[in-house]
T-cell receptor, first 111, second 119 residues
Framework: AQSVTQLDSHVSVSEGTPVLLRCNYS??????LFWYVQHPNKGLQLLLK??????LVKGINGFEAEFKKSETSFHLTKPSAHMSDAAEYFC?????????FGTGTKLQVIP | GAVVSQHPSWVICKSGTSVKIECRSL??????MFWYRQFPKQSLMLMAT?????????EQGVEKDKFLINHASLTLSTLTVTSAHPEDSSFYIC???????????????FGEGSRLTVL
């Protein structure tokens, strides 16, 4: 069985400060992991993905995530938050026939 | 990356009518497509998994006679909400998994979503 747990439902940061969105996974095999962002009333946009190549994955808009097998984590980070980063972020794990979403983390960016 | 097109983006219908939402993979063949529903302020809930040419597999609690899914070709899956009621109002998103041949093998791509409002 595979699952992901997003540890924070809401994260609030000031503009220009670092962002950390936490995700832990559970999988009986090497997982495929993704981070998606969803702006209000919009579809999902892929930020980055991990598919067992490099453990540090760089994505779009300055986001990156590090796969840590020892900690079963795949946290999303960004050095400096921008107002346009305010959105909901989903950590996702995918097997071939099953996709599992985390419960989402709403990121608020304070000017 | 590959593109998944969902249509319509917005639909408003009267209670009791049926609504069809299309999900197309524009530049790849999708062996598997997934349909999700998103309730306000909640995560996406997987409704069903469909493989081309076979019946969809529905998640527990999803009425298969209410939400008809057809995956007739490798580039098109449709979700029909039959006899829609206000409680069916939601944001529906599809995703498509690329086949193992060609670019992006096995990857997952999402549509932009369809907002259904039932009056």
């Amino acid at each position: 069985a595979q699952s992901v747990t997003q540890l924070d439902s809401h994260v609030s940061v000031s503009e220009g400060t670092p962002v950390l969105l936490r995700c832990n996974y559970s999988s009986s095999y090497s997982p495929s992991l993704f981070w998606y962002v969803q702006h209000p009333n919009k579809g999902l946009q892929l930020l980055l993905k991990y598919t067992s190549a490099a453990t540090l994955v760089k994505g779009i808009n300055g986001f990156e995530a590090e796969f840590k097998k020892s900690e079963t984590s795949f946290h999303l980070t960004k050095p400096s938050a921008h107002m346009s980063d305010a959105a909901e972020y989903f950590c996702v794990t995918a097997g071939y026939q099953k996709v599992t979403f985390g419960t989402g983390t709403k990121l608020q960016v304070i000017p | 990356g590959a593109v998944v097109s969902q249509h319509p983006s917005w639909v408003i219908c009267k209670s009791g009518t049926s609504v069809k939402i299309e999900c197309r993979s524009l530049d790849f063949q999708a062996t598997t497509m997934f349909w999700y529903r998103q309730f306000p302020k909640q995560s996406l809930m997987l409704m069903a998994t469909s493989n081309e040419g076979s019946k969809a597999t529905y998640e527990q609690g999803v009425e298969k006679d209410k939400f008809l899914i057809n995956h007739a070709s490798l580039t098109l899956s449709t979700l029909t909400v039959t006899s829609a009621h206000p409680e069916d109002s939601s944001f529906y998103i599809c995703s498509a998994r690329v086949g193992l041949r060609g670019p992006h093998p096995g990857e997952l791509f999402f549509g932009e979503g369809s907002r259904l409002t039932v009056l």
